[in-house]
């Protein structure tokens, strides 16, 4: 799990709770216009911008990757991938068969390189499969975007017609203050959902598909290698391309002899 979501989401909720709590009662702050205005609304904006089924995919996804992290780090894929590449030239592309991996995608070329694929077949299969699932990640980043993008304007929107009334009702001094707190509380509506809880999550997705494009790349590129039955350490050095520069050489110095 990340950690850093939850307990970003934890700490931004109980902030707000607490500001909330310390002028007065939580029940001040709970308004069905208010909350019709910028749940609707963003709803009904997001439904225009994407395609239905992209909505029920997309965000179910995005939440789901966002709290979640992958099981490796990049050194780590390299390390295995070396090994995996030297199990390979030693005991043949049969050997692969009872290895046990962890990594999904990992574990689907690796079965393609036991079962004696060639390599444009398995080229094409896992490149197709990173683009796709990219494509699906990068889609629930930008709906959450979308919504972070109008909810602060819906809060706006519902703040304008708030006031209308509250100057429609002038004549009745007992009518202000509702309407003023209804116009005040859609504003603050909007404009916790986007900065809380929508663009948060959008760049903590693009992140996310940044890091699992590096991730399944380097896959590829190592699946490749070993189908090739390269040598572990011509292995290693070529994926270490993937690593950042100032971790190259920790890593070289902690491979293997």
Aim: charged share 20%.
């Amino acid at each position: 799990m990340d950690i850093a979501t939850g307990l970003g989401l934890f700490a931004g909720m109980g902030v707000l709770i607490t500001l909330i709590l310390m002028g007065g009662e939580l029940s001040m702050f709970l308004d069905s216009h208010a909350f019709i205005a910028i749940f609707g609304g963003a709803f009904a904006a997001t439904l225009i911008r994407f395609p239905l089924s992209s909505i029920f995919h997309g965000v179910p996804l995005g939440m789901r990757f966002v709290f979640t992290m992958r099981r490796v780090s990049q050194r780590e894929l390299i390390d295995e991938i070396a090994n995996l590449a030297e199990i390979a030239r030693k005991q043949g592309p049969m050997g692969l068969e009872k290895v046990e991996i962890s990594d999904t995608f990992l574990a689907k070329g690796v079965r393609y390189v036991a079962d004696g694929y060639d390599a444009d077949f398995i080229r094409d299969n896992l490149e197709r499969d990173r683009d796709n699932f990219l494509t699906h990640l990068d889609e629930g980043q930008k709906i959450y975007r979308s919504i972070g993008d109008c909810a602060p304007a819906f809060g706006m929107v519902a703040t304008l017609i708030g006031m209308v009334q509250m100057f429609a009702n002038m004549s009745d001094p007992s009518k202000l203050g509702p309407f003023m707190a209804i116009a005040l509380l859609a504003t603050f509506y909007g404009a916790a959902l986007a900065n809380l809880l929508c663009l948060p999550i959008a760049d903590k997705l693009h992140l996310k598909l940044v890091d699992e494009e590096i991730n399944r790349s380097l896959i590829i590129d190592g699946v490749l290698m070993m189908r090739e039955s390269k040598s572990p350490t011509l292995v290693r050095e070529m994926l270490l391309a993937y690593l950042p520069e100032k971790h190259r050489h920790e890593a070289q110095e902690l491979a293997p002899a």
